[in-house]
């Protein structure tokens, strides 16, 4: 049996507007509508810090995606979740951490052919075309790739 070792998890958080950066076609202007109404932005960042807390393997970052990406420092990935309900950012991180994906490394994209995120899927199918692969549709609307 193969033993792996956990070596951190990066959560990027970009709230406090950074959604207004990306077109109403890729499907921010709901989505920033609905987070402003509930006000589910105010102090995001402190409240994922927190709760991240107890895990001393996760580093919180706040930034925008890709633009934050680079700091994170990370050199290789296993398993990669991809949930932004946004297409841009989705799209970006998935080619940023292409090259860093292990072979055989799992990603796993949160809303892909979920009703109402059209545009996350068709933004990742451009992707995966570039990149000479697949995603794979899974009944919950999530989207599986296998590097």
Known sequence: MRKFAFAG??????FAGAL???PAAQGATNVLSAYRELDLFGDAFERV??????????????????????????????FLHID????????????????????????????YAY?????QGHAIDHAVAALGTE?????????????
Not at 9 to 14: I, K, Q, R, S
């Open 84 to 111: 932004m309900n946004c297409a841009f950012p989705e799209r970006a991180a998935l080619e940023y951490f292409w090259e860093l994906l292990s072979p055989g490394a799992m990603v796993l994209l949160d809303d």
């Open 9 to 14: 998890v990066g959560v990027a958080v970009g």
């Open 49 to 78: 810090r927190a709760n991240y807390a107890e895990w001393p393997n996760v580093e919180v970052v706040q930034g925008i995606v890709p633009d934050v990406l680079p700091s994170l420092g990370v050199q290789q990935v296993a």
């Open 135 to 147: 995603v794979l549709s899974l009944p919950t609307g999530q989207g599986l790739i296998i590097k």
């Open 115 to 119: 009703f109402g995120h059209d545009s």
């Open 20 to 22: 207004a950066l990306f």
